[in-house]
């Protein structure tokens, strides 16, 4: 299974596509699929006929999937898309940590 570097609630900035360059957080991550859900990303609009839920009916605008390898999560400390490395927290945990600024993530 492929592996997701990121997860809900990241920053990411979206590194190729339509929406190279902006910046979002993530949603949702589909693990399987290895796609990402980002916040104002990919919105795709979906006409909808009325319902009891939305009387109006008309267009909804989502953000739709995109590839997990197309964003690249953004380091709270130098603020930058960064490559991430692994290392171990004091108490054992594993914990992301940027390359950039060598800041723990989580
Ligand atoms: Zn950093």
């Known amino acids: 299974m492929a592996k997701v570097h990121v997860k809900a609630g990241d920053l990411v900035e979206v590194l190729s596509g339509d929406d190279r360059g902006k ?3 993530i949603l949702e ?3 399987k699929k290895a796609r990402v859900i980002v916040d104002g990303i990919n919105i ?6 009325p319902t009891q839920t939305n009387p109006q009916g008309g267009v909804v605008e989502s953000a739709g999937p ?3 390898s197309n964003v690249g999560l953004v380091c709270p400390s130098c603020r930058k898309p960064s490559r991430l490395g692994r290392d ?6 594993v914990v992301r940590v940027c390359k950039r600024c060598n800041k723990a993530i989580d």
Not at 44 to 49: E, L, P, S
Not at 88 to 93: E, F, H, I, L
Request: aromatic content about 0%.
């Open 23 to 25: 910046r979002g957080k």
């Open 44 to 49: 795709q609009k979906k006409h909808t006929r």
């Open 88 to 93: 171990r927290s004091a108490d054992g945990d």
């Open 29 to 31: 991550v589909m693990p």
């Open 66 to 68: 995109i590839d997990a």
